[in-house]
């Protein structure tokens, strides 16, 4: 039995032909060019699935992963900032077009999912997975279930208020959230402050710089770039032990862009998260993520199977 | 069938017989005078289970309510602080003297189950219940699921960081917790701390003003008790915008003394918590309770059913 995975993100389509046990036997990938218009885009991701389409098979099902809340009952994106797409029936679409089940979902659930199934989190009914790039993105598995919610909005473990009061404002306009303070952006834009400041910082030009810029300074024993670098950490160990009370999870696993720091980053966010918990009886492992690159379309696969099992309408 | 359910507090043992429909066939209620001792109380607890004990039925189960951190699995109360209780065995205990399967839970997720059966969640499948009173607890339904976690501590609500850097510190012995900012315990500290700033405080003698004391000054009109109230209503605003990104329930059900302030408190939460809303999607209604004094018992009663229908090992 096959699977088609999709993993759509602001840059780049990928498209896999997967089996059950998560091996990759097919795959091609293409810019997503998400300006040329919803229709370029979803034709893209069509032309992307006939080439890997099995020759002699059939397909049991089609997974997607989507950056932007979506109703994945339905199927349809409801919003994706990173796309420009408003309210786009991609399930539809493709069901129509290829005539076999298709399921849409929120792309950090699905990477958690993946990780679940075929990565890290193998073996493991309560885990968090959370997502560091330029936002904050979150998956939950709580007694062996995918949270999305009622409608499919759940798991925006990027959007718990950690600095209630004072925080700065969220990409997402609300004030103090997780990714105002520990996203790549957030990171970033503490760079900034710091030369507005007058601080001597390590870039000749901060308005261009990145959380790898400040990452790799820090790296290097800059003391700016360090004390950013920390609070980032400070604030991902404070949402991380609020994770662990809220879900008493077993494994915590953390990915994206801003986890490519070197490991005195990972163990500075396993010593504040310590440092926060209750009492030990809720600290747990806390690590990378063992799919890399392949997270998205493991996690889409993941999903395809999960909801075929639950047999729900396609 | 009936069942006995036990509502153990540090004040008061409630204990009765009921049948599945939620009815409530038969209660006592004893003071639980804990600095007696465990055997105590345990003995007070069989004695009053014996008293509503049915002459001509068979008990299919019993369920048992406990303010404190407990293994589910084994039924043992690892502590209980309102009690002085430390790794009692209690499920066993009851279990051998009576010989029926007995189901050990923590109390708010088993009033958060309780609503969810017979109360304000009926037909809810995503609902996150939050008590407020000397403390915060929280029970959550996430996917028609109670969620209690890898090991029994989870939907720990009151634990969640909402104030991260600078806030105060809570009983659990962390900083900034809701429950530090948001309780009953929370609101008296602030009226304590505007009496040492000098501030008009409208109680002669502020070292035992009680959260009861500031909600009705406030609906008095005093301003200083005001601001107090307003910031506890603030902070559950907030706390109860994170659960929404997380869990994405359809309710919000508030509880516990500190919600029998008028409804001019509850209105002030609802207002807070939708100003912090990523998006109206989010947000939903916020409720009473409906099962008042009854909650525990009716927790304890829907913990016992639903442990029997997993067939979970006795």
């Known amino acids: 039995m096959v699977y088609i995975a999709v993993d759509l993100g602001g840059t780049n389509i990928r498209v896999a032909r997967c089996n059950a046990e998560g091996q990759i036997l097919a795959r ?14 979803i034709a893209r991701i069509i032309h992307a699935i006939q080439e890997v389409w099995p020759a002699d098979e059939p397909v049991e099902a089609m997974g997607v992963g989507v950056p932007g809340p979506l ?15 408003e309210n ?7 069901r129509d077009q290829f005539h076999v089940p298709c399921f849409v979902g929120n792309d950090a ?23 560091i790039s330029t936002g904050i993105g979150g998956g939950v598995i709580t007694h062996g279930v995918l949270l999305e919610g009622a409608h499919g909005l759940g798991a925006e473990l990027g959007h718990i208020v950690v600095e209630a009061k004072e925080g700065p404002r969220c990409g997402c306009g609300q004030i103090g959230c997780l990714e105002a303070v520990a996203s790549g952006t957030a990171i970033a834009r503490m760079a900034q402050e710091a ?18 810029d400040v990452a790799e300074a820090a790296a290097r024993g800059d003391p700016i770039a360090g004390a950013i670098m920390d609070r980032a950490a400070f604030y991902l160990g404070v949402g991380i032990a609020t994770f662990w009370h809220i879900f008493n999870p077993t494994l915590i696993i953390l990915g994206g862009g801003v986890m490519k720091a070197g490991d005195w980053f990972l163990e500075k966010i396993r010593t504040y998260a310590r440092e926060r918990a ?23 696969l993941a999903y395809a ?5 639950q047999g729900s309408p396609a």
């Open 28 to 41: 091609v990938g293409y810019p997503t060019r998400a300006e040329e218009g919803v229709e370029a885009v």
């Open 71 to 85: 109703d994945p009952h339905t199927g349809v994106v409801l919003t994706a900032p990173n796309l420009g797409w």
């Open 88 to 94: 786009v029936p991609l399930a539809d679409r493709l």
């Open 109 to 131: 659930n699905l990477a958690a999912l993946g990780e679940w199934q075929y990565g890290a989190g193998r073996g493991h009914k309560h885990m968090v997975y959370l997502t």
């Open 195 to 212: 030369w507005a400041r007058g601080d001597p910082v390590p870039w000749p030009d901060p308005s261009g710089v990145t959380a790898k």
């Open 278 to 300: 209750m009492t030990l009886a809720y600290v747990t492992p806390i690590v990378r993520t063992a799919l890399g690159d392949h997270v998205g379309l493991l996690g889409a």
């Open 305 to 309: 199977r999960m909801r075929c099992a």
